[in-house]
């Protein structure tokens, strides 16, 4: 079946350094892909998505990439500020017209001053 | 606007007794409706979904069952609760097409003692 593997947390950084967290699915068919996050004392949102290979999602200075060849889409951030930390969701939609959303086990990003 | 409202916030509960957890949302119609855990180490892990009025499928073998006897109503219920049920409990929305985000409730906070 569908599954999302992220790397482990959690993930330390100083403010302006770059950011990757690694995300890595299976799939059959033609998945959706999205990043969720979790700031602190709030729910779950939307940060990005993608739904086609080679797809680019963007919103507040993150990107992440489509990569059907691979297998991935990679959460990436040029300059990190301390507002970013938070738990950090990987997830895919559909495929073959699947209704479930399987999500990552989350990573949990610590920003430094 | 579409809203979710997901109830109780807290919940402590002795072992054995019995569970109701229950989600609504307003403002849209034949959405898409999930339950996931959430709990330390593991992420987000897929309990239930639903595509319709009676319809549910069951992604984790567990103590727990879901109910949808409307559209917009959601239930996730336990005949007798084990201590390994505790945790954060999210309910979850969504339009049909697979490149649709998800909406999360605010969470359910359960202690199983």
């Known amino acids: 079946g569908n599954s999302v593997t992220q790397m482990e947390g959690p993930v330390t950084l100083s403010e302006e350094a770059f950011l990757t967290i690694n995300c890595t699915y299976t799939?059959?068919?033609?998945?959706?892909l999205f990043w969720y996050v979790q700031y602190p004392g709030e729910g779950l949102q939307l940060l990005l998505k993608?739904?086609?290979?080679?797809d680019k999602g963007s919103n507040k200075g993150f990107e992440a990439t489509y990569r059907k060849e691979t297998t991935s889409f990679h959460l990436e951030k040029g300059s990190v500020q301390v507002s970013d930390s938070a738990v950090y969701f990987c997830?895919?939609?559909?495929?073959?017209?699947?209704?479930?959303?399987?999500f990552g086990k989350g990573t949990r990003l610590h920003i430094l001053p | 606007s579409q809203t979710i409202h997901q109830w109780p916030a807290t919940l402590v509960q002795p072992v054995g007794s019995p569970l109701s957890l229950e989600c609504t949302v307003e403002?849209?119609?034949?959405?898409?409706l999930y339950w996931y855990r959430q709990a330390a180490g593991r992420g987000l892990q897929l309990l239930f979904y639903?595509?319709?009025?009676?319809?549910i499928s069951s992604e984790v073998p567990q103590n727990l069952s879901a109910s949808r006897p409307q559209d917009r109503q959601f239930i996730l219920s336990s005949k007798k609760l084990l201590l390994s049920d505790s945790g954060f409990y999210l309910c979850?929305?969504?339009?049909?097409?697979?490149?649709?985000?998800?909406?999360f409730g605010s969470g359910t906070q359960l202690s199983v003692l």
């Open positions: 979850a929305w969504k339009h049909r097409l697979p490149t649709e985000k998800l909406f």
């Open positions: 799939a059959t068919g033609y998945p959706s």
């Open positions: 993608a739904t086609k290979a080679d």
């Open positions: 997830a895919l939609s559909g495929g073959n017209r699947d209704d479930k959303i399987i």
């Open positions: 403002g849209t119609s034949n959405p898409n």
């Open positions: 639903s595509v319709g009025i009676g319809q």
